[in-house]
């Protein structure tokens, strides 16, 4: 072999690493831009993720808040009538109202009487009363 041969397989094989070398440079190169976006974006998608977490946790803490005001409103339902036991409150206190009326007619034309009856009673005590304050005198 001699030495112009010997130079051009010399000058083949550097191209072929400088190739070689430039193609792993852009390649790596790409590569790394590829593996900095899928960090971002991994980033994001955490923060994301938190984000959803958080107003998962909200939206969990409102139910629960709900729900027990909901609960408590059904306990107190159940103490309170329904229609019909309503409707027969109503007509019981009717009945009643009008019996009261009744006895309210009753006792105040007895009171009448019972004062009028009185009216004799009343004016012999003041007599009696006149009759005292002389005697003390």
Known sequence: M???????????VNTV???ATTAYTLMSARATKAL??????????????EERQKAS?????????????LLKIES?????PDREQAQALALAIEKLSGRVGILDERLTGRIETLSERLNPVQAMAARLQDLEFERDK
């Not at 900095?36 to 993720?49: F, P, Q, V, W």
């Not at 107190?76 to 309170?80: F, I, K, V």
């Open 2 to 12: 001699d030495l112009a041969q010997l130079l051009s397989w010399i000058v083949a």
């Open 17 to 19: 690493v400088n190739l």
């Open 36 to 49: 900095e976006g899928i960090k971002a974006l991994d980033t994001k998608i955490s923060a994301l993720s």
């Open 57 to 69: 946790d909200a939206v969990s803490e409102r139910f629960q808040k709900v729900e027990s005001r």
């Open 76 to 80: 107190d339902m159940e103490h309170m």
